[in-house]
């Protein structure tokens, strides 16, 4: 089942790549000839709808997306190892799954010990829930 | 490589480029018809016969329109960021198989820009990185209103993505059991999903052999899960315009606007080839090869996968044209507790009944 992997494998997905991105460039660059180019002070203030922005933009968001994203890596990582075992699932027998259904269990665990920890619930008021019942 | 293979990998690689920016043209336009059918009204008629010239119009105007950088712009990454998406997701595409085979002399060209034997892989981690053109486009734009909306793409896109991967991982597990051990190459999915499935009853004797009867439960979550990847409504809170104005491209306009749309479009094209794929038996429909002349029955399995591309397509659109757009945390709580434990315990439930089916009760 197993054929030898070669570099040539990917030669058409490098192909794609120059040309997507030369594609990109050649039609960015072509427009910048053609097009009027006339920035003024109004037209490179960030945009406020029309109006002078009076307080600079803050680069800071809610920390509630680092919480989406750390629970992602965690997932994502689980979710690869599922992959590796279904290619070859067939070759393994009862071991593999018995095996599967043990690691099925922590990440539902995990999954499970979130949601009632309320990371899942986005509103404050819903996580406030938890905060309460831990203050309790 | 001989002068007839860099030949074939031109046609391959060509023929998916051209294939992607013809079909862009084409799809905005269908959208816009489609939607406006809907609507009760007609939607363009201008340019060109019923306005199917529309998108190459607005394609010129845009080409030529000023493209402003904001001064508090971090010039290196906003340049990048239209590169960054436009190049996945043409990648994403080089996987997909559009067409069946033919001959050019001795060597044998399959309509297929690279059979890469981990597939689906490549194609998971191509939608991971555009994820990097959001975030970056948000934040290196330096105003308030693409920022919000590229974090809030940013978390929405990477938490569906785990309900995608997990979906994925049943049909991978499924396809194992239909042909000499399991695969991540596309083309070999598309392979195990022909004929049909005589051998379970006669009755069904007539029903394609496509993954989507067996895996009814990951289609749905997938194509959920493809809808909000493709930060489609109602899953467009990236772009809610009442809110955030145009989202992580509100500062991008002219032609670096436009390469954002386009990679908008291709991702939409590219998610539905890829459910079709998936699901619905790829490029496999009958050629009646022998009775009608070569180059059709050579051409029709593109007409099969292009029918099936777009039939998904149609939902797509259908679906932007029924549902309101949810709100942020029923996005989120739709994601993490419902798409990703349903496609984690539908991942165990065929686990288990394939594992019975393929080596009998563990007990007996």
């Known amino acids: ?136 | 490589m001989t002068g007839v293979e860099w030949l074939a990998l031109g046609i391959k690689v060509l023929g998916a480029f051209g294939l992607l920016l013809l079909a862009t043209l084409l799809n905005v336009w269908v959208e816009r018809k489609v939607l406006a059918d809907m609507q009760n009204r007609l939607g363009p008629m201008r340019a060109g016969p019923f306005g199917v010239l529309q998108t190459v119009a607005d394609g010129l105007k845009l080409f030529f329109k000023e493209s402003i950088m904001p001064r508090k712009a971090e010039v290196g990454m906003y340049l990048l960021a239209p590169f960054l998406a436009v190049v996945p997701a043409f990648l994403i595409f080089v996987n997909i198989p559009w067409g069946g085979s033919f001959h050019i002399g001795e060597t044998e060209v399959v309509l297929q820009g690279a059979d890469l034997d981990i597939g689906l892989l490549f194609i998971l981690a191509m939608s991971s990185i555009a994820v990097y053109a959001v975030v970056l486009a948000g934040w290196s734009s330096g105003s308030k209103y693409p920022l919000l909306g590229g974090v809030r793409a940013t978390a929405q896109a990477i938490s569906y993505e785990a309900a995608i991967g997990l979906s994925l991982v049943s049909v991978v597990l499924f396809t194992a059991t239909q042909g000499d051990g399991g695969t991540l190459s596309l083309y070999e999915i598309v392979q195990r999903q022909s004929g049909t499935w005589a051998d379970v009853h006669p009755i069904v004797g007539w029903v394609p052999r496509w993954n989507i009867i067996p895996q009814i439960a990951a289609f749905v979550i997938f194509l959920t899960a493809a809808v909000a990847e493709t930060n489609r409504a109602p899953f467009d809170l990236v772009e809610a315009e009442q809110e955030l104005v145009g989202g992580f491209h509100t500062e991008y306009s002219g032609m670096r606007f436009a390469m954002f749309f386009l990679a908008e479009y291709v991702n939409i094209f590219s998610m539905s080839a890829l459910t079709a794929t998936l699901f619905l038996g790829g490029w496999l429909g009958p050629t009646w090869e022998g009775t009608l002349p070569a180059f059709i029955s050579g051409a029709l399995p593109t007409v099969w996968f292009l029918i099936k591309t777009y039939a998904i397509f149609f939902i797509f659109i259908w679906i932007r044209a029924t549902l309101p757009r949810l709100r942020y945390d029923q996005l989120m709580s739709l994601g993490w507790k419902r798409l990703i434990p349903g496609a984690l315990g539908w991942l165990v439930l065929s686990g288990l009944v394939l594992a019975f089916r393929q080596f009998g009760a563990p007990w007996g």
């Open chain 1, 1 to 136: 089942m197993l054929t030898p992997v070669t570099l040539a494998d990917y030669l058409p997905i490098a192909v794609m790549l120059v040309l997507a991105a030369g594609f990109v460039a050649v039609t960015l660059v072509a427009s910048r000839l053609v097009r009027p180019d006339n920035p003024t002070p109004e037209k490179l203030a960030p945009y406020e709808s029309g109006i002078l922005p009076e307080h600079e933009p803050s680069q800071r968001f809610p920390v509630k997306f680092y919480l989406v994203a750390m629970l992602f890596v965690i997932f994502d990582v689980e979710i690869i190892f599922y992959f590796a075992y279904a290619v070859i699932w067939t070759d393994l027998g009862w071991y593999g799954v018995a095996a599967m259904l043990l690691f099925t269990f922590f990440v539902a665990e995990t999954l499970a010990y979130v949601w009632k920890r309320g990371a899942l619930d986005w509103n404050v008021h819903q996580r406030r829930r938890y905060i309460d019942r831990e203050a309790a």
